[in-house]
């Protein structure tokens, strides 16, 4: 493909950047080093394309990457590129859940960023695709793109199929509760094996609209990703196609010099977080479209979501708070669907741009809607008039909590607070049957610093919707609920309780009151009590005194900020 002499000089115009690493008489011990691997002098002056893959085999989220990491290299071999392919690190959320390893997650998008901008920058790719797949994966790659601003993609490795259970579709949320179901009595052991052994029946990320699927299509809506790839199921065939297609897409990117300074601006940003609206996607949307707009420097924050949120009716009537899986979103017409519905509604710019150079308004009009599908309704029969995203300030949270609701929840709560230090005591609490109607399940020292890490507690939640209080007992705290299934629970919570924020102020027997309508979280103490308690107050000490734990600890930001470590540099752009 790269014989003739207009091809060959084509692709030397593309690289640009990977020629001060490989480039002229000086750069001859690098080049011989790299031939060690295999690597010629033709492939040596083509583009350079880093493949940065996070396979591991422990979990099924990434289980499959290598297969797709093959075709993407084969798609840029046909296009004329030269594919390096490097690692780095993946924690699986729904592994880790209940325990101490679950702090590990958020802060490893933070240790992919920097692993994935330090391969890049120290080899000067001239391009990069980013294959990601479990929860903090897609976020940790995108920043890295931003922060390279070479030309890249993101690739989605796709959404486990749904198993089966006595005639019903099944996944892993399930799977919590009946853990919940079966500590209530309502199940056997025999069941909750059952639903146990067949809840993950092969490679792909968990089935629902939870962190994965939400954060693909984000990637799809922002624009970094080509759109109808990223929500292809993991297995099927035409995942292989997808990422050839990639593969081979780069190289254009590179030819239109198309970077992600040009992509992931705030009106792309806003179109994402319309699309986590509509679809009732996972409340981890909100840290992460902040960290993207840390990342490139753009005035957007948590008001902005609140206000997008609230304007953008929920459509997608999608688990774990709705009926249907992502595998039947992909059937029913996929993301493309969704964000033609978006356009039609007049809730996204389609002008926005795209990695295929095209706008978000093009890629959309071929969209195909699948007869007789319920999945993606229409803007005539809306699940509820606000997005599924809601941000709840008040005297408990000053800098906002976030709750994810499909709208036929309570829209008041009134309860007591039940006090917990980590998310161990609460789930025994659970358990135990200690937890009754009316009851506000607090779960502090969760935080950003405080975890650290803000471990996701779909155990508990799922727990107490096991044993049938998901409407009559909230939860609060400052660690996340993304997996909340239903019923009020509140996470996200800022500040939070390690640096002194409100909820570190609760007492076992305060009276907290939630209103939906009024967007409003707060303790029924006056200003007087709470200044009180805070001159009393005096912080847990560290959980981690050294490693990256601490390290973390030290540099992150609040959640209301992203949970960030770093800090974007120069001028804010628009």
């Not at 199940?187 to 089935?207: F, K, M, N």
């Not at 230090?421 to 405080?450: C, F, K, M, S």
Request: charged residues 20%; contains cysteine; proline residues 4%.
């Amino acid at each position: 493909m790269t014989d003739s002499p207009e091809i060959r000089d084509r692709l030397r115009t593309l690289n640009e950047r990977s020629r001060t690493l490989v480039g002229g008489v000086d750069r001859a011990g690098a080049r011989a080093m790299l031939k060690a691997i295999g690597l010629t002098d033709e492939d040596l002056r083509k583009p350079i394309i880093g493949i940065a893959n996070t396979w591991t085999e422990i979990g099924p989220c990434n289980f499959h990457l290598r297969r797709l990491s093959a075709k993407v290299r084969e798609g840029i071999k046909r296009a004329g590129g030269t594919p390096l392919e490097f690692n780095t690190v993946s924690i699986s959320d729904g592994i880790t859940m209940g325990t101490e390893g679950m702090k590990t997650s958020l802060i490893s998008r933070e240790i992919i960023a920097d692993s994935i901008e330090l391969v890049a920058r120290g080899n000067y790719f001239d391009g990069m695709i980013t294959l990601s797949a479990c929860d903090k994966t897609m976020p940790g790659t995108i920043m890295a793109m931003i922060r390279m601003d070479i030309p890249s993609i993101m690739l989605y490795g796709g959404s486990i199929l749904p198993g089966s259970y006595q005639g019903r579709d099944v996944t892993v949320g399930s799977v919590y509760e009946a853990m919940g179901a079966y500590s209530a009595g309502k199940i056997t052991l025999e069941e909750l094996q059952g639903i146990e052994d067949a809840a993950c029946p092969g490679p792909g990320a968990c089935g629902g609209q939870f962190t994965a699927n939400t954060m693909a299509m984000v990637g799809e809506v922002l624009g970094l990703c080509p759109m109808g790839l990223a929500d292809i199921p993991a297995m099927d065939s035409d995942k292989d196609r997808a990422s050839v297609d990639a593969g081979a897409l780069i190289l254009k990117m590179i030819e239109m010099d198309l970077r992600p300074s040009k992509i992931v601006t705030r009106a792309a940003l806003e179109n994402a977080v319309a699309a986590i609206a509509a679809s009732g996607g996972s409340t981890n949307g909100v840290l992460h479209t902040l960290a993207f707009a840390r990342e490139a420097g753009i005035d957007f924050s948590i008001d902005d979501i609140e206000a997008i949120s609230k304007r953008t009716p929920l459509i997608c009537d999608m688990t774990p708070t709705g009926r249907y899986n992502a595998v039947d979103l992909y059937k029913a017409g996929g993301v493309r669907l969704l964000t033609h519905r978006l356009l039609e509604g007049g809730y996204i710019d389609g002008s926005a741009i795209t990695v295929n150079g095209t706008t978000l308004a093009e890629e959309a009009a071929s969209a195909v809607e699948t007869p007789g599908q319920q999945v993606i309704r229409p803007w005539s029969n809306p699940i509820s008039e606000n997005g599924g995203l809601h941000i709840l300030k008040g005297n408990l949270a000053p800098n906002g909590g976030v709750v994810k609701l499909k709208g036929t929840e309570p829209r008041q709560f009134k309860g007591v607070a039940r006090v917990f230090e980590r998310e161990e005591d609460a789930y025994h609490a659970v358990q135990a049957h200690l937890i009754h109607a009316n009851d506000v399940v607090v779960i502090r020292y969760e935080g950003p610093t405080g975890g650290p890490g803000m471990r996701e507690m779909l155990q508990v939640t799922a727990a107490i919707v096991g044993q049938g209080h998901g409407s009559d007992v909230m939860m609060l705290t400052d660690g996340r609920f993304s997996g909340a299934t239903r019923g009020l629970m509140i996470g996200h919570v800022a500040p939070e309780a390690m640096v002194g924020g409100p909820i570190a102020l609760l007492r076992e027997g305060d009276i907290i009151s939630v209103d939906i309508d009024a967007r409003t979280l707060n303790v029924e103490l006056s200003d007087e009590e709470l200044e009180a308690r805070r001159r009393e107050w005096q912080p847990l000490q560290p959980h981690y005194t050294s490693g990256v734990m601490a390290k973390y600890a030290r540099l992150v930001a609040q959640a209301d900020d992203g949970a960030v470590t770093n800090s974007a540099s120069g001028l804010v752009r628009s």
